[in-house]
């Protein structure tokens, strides 16, 4: 036997992403075999970026609603790093040059790849793409916003980096993802 065999896949939920349950066979590592019965939310690849002026010491974040993070407790509004799924055909970098278009209203340059990781792999099926960038007032292409026909209703949000890490520590940005980016930018200005 492998070390894990998928014995059946049942679709739960079609909706935005498919949510499904698998059960499976796992060989644990002092050779016994255990039977597992997991939930899945089929998320796909997502990327981030955090744009920041190195000349002015300011970075680019937004605000929009997050359903999960109001019922958490922390909601609704959430600020964050620009973010979006990655479309099939698309590449990750590709993905977060049009939402920082769509959302920010801002044109990329010196584009750089941090790291690519897991957000919750307990349950979600997303491999996040992190970038950083850099943006000038020059870069400008409009108000952002996001998409009224997605759904969205974004917040732009232009701040000195230090004030930015100041919300990291009061508990004011909680999102992983962009924490993460905060502390890359804050760990290479220092």
Same mark, same amino acid.
């Given at each position: 036997?492998? *070390?894990?065999?998928?014995? =059946? $896949?049942?679709?739960? #939920? +079609?909706?935005?992403?498919?949510? /499904?349950?698998?059960? %499976? !066979? ?63 055909? *698309?590449?990750?970098?590709? =993905? $977060?040059?049009?939402? #920082? +278009?769509?959302?920010?209203?801002? /044109?990329?340059?010196? %584009? !750089? ?78």
């Amino acid at each position: 036997m492998a *070390e894990v065999e998928i014995e =059946t $896949v049942e679709t739960l #939920a +079609e909706g935005w992403r498919p949510l /499904r349950r698998y059960r %499976l !066979r796992q060989r644990r590592r002092d050779g016994r075999e255990q039977h597992l019965v997991r939930e899945v939310y089929a998320m796909g690849p997502a990327a981030a970026v955090l744009p920041h002026d190195p000349q002015r010491g300011t970075v680019l974040l937004i605000r929009q609603f997050r359903l999960p993070a109001l019922l958490g407790g922390d909601g609704p509004r959430l600020v964050e790093a620009c973010a979006g799924l990655v479309d099939p055909g *698309e590449d990750p970098e590709g =993905t $977060v040059r049009k939402e #920082a +278009e769509q959302e920010m209203g801002v /044109r990329l340059s010196a %584009l !750089r790849s941090v790291m690519a990781l897991y957000s919750s792999p307990g349950v979600v099926a997303e491999k996040v793409h992190l970038f950083t960038a850099t943006y000038t007032p020059a870069s400008r292409l409009g108000p952002g916003g996001g998409l009224p026909e997605e759904g969205e209703e974004i917040e732009v949000l232009e701040l000195p980096l230090e004030e930015a890490w100041r919300m990291v520590r009061r508990g004011e940005i909680v999102d992983a993802k962009t924490v993460l980016l905060l502390q890359h930018l804050k760990l290479a200005s220092d």
